[in-house]
């Protein structure tokens, strides 16, 4: 079982930087894929960026590439998400999620979710 809560979030201007983090409970972290997504008001879930369970593959949507650093700390059970050059598009709730084994793009594989934390970007 894991549980994931996250922090980090708030208001930051557009241009700014932001990092939000996922502590998450269990022995078994460090065997987990997590992935970050977030949904903005009247919009659907979407990708952000994955990590696989030893940190070395890595993948981010087309929107955030370049912006956006997914990162994880096994021994300290963290994953963070650090955003520069942040927009005014990038305001949402941000959610990470677990799963066991391969990370996904896709959030219905994921078995576990944070309550998520709300970004927003002022212009």
């Known amino acids: 079982q894991v549980q994931l809560v996250e922090s980090g979030g708030g208001l930051v201007q557009a241009g700014g930087s932001l990092r939000i983090s996922c502590v998450a409970s269990?022995?078994?972290?460090?065997?987990?894929?997590m992935g970050w997504f977030r949904q903005a008001p009247g919009k659907e879930r979407e990708f952000v960026a994955r990590?696989?369970?030893?940190?070395?593959?890595?993948y981010y949507a087309a929107s955030v590439k370049g912006r956006f650093t997914i990162s994880r700390d096994n021994a300290k059970n963290t994953v963070y998400l650090q955003m520069n050059s942040l927009k005014p598009e990038d305001t949402a709730v941000y959610y990470c999620?677990?799963?066991?084994?391969?990370?996904?793009?896709?959030?219905?594989?994921?078995?576990?979710w944070g309550q998520g934390t709300q970004v927003t970007v002022s212009s």
């Open positions: 999620a677990a799963k066991p084994g391969t990370s996904s793009s896709s959030g219905d594989e994921y078995d576990y």
């Open positions: 269990g022995r078994t972290f460090s065997r987990y894929a």
């Open positions: 990590i696989s369970w030893s940190g070395g593959i890595t």
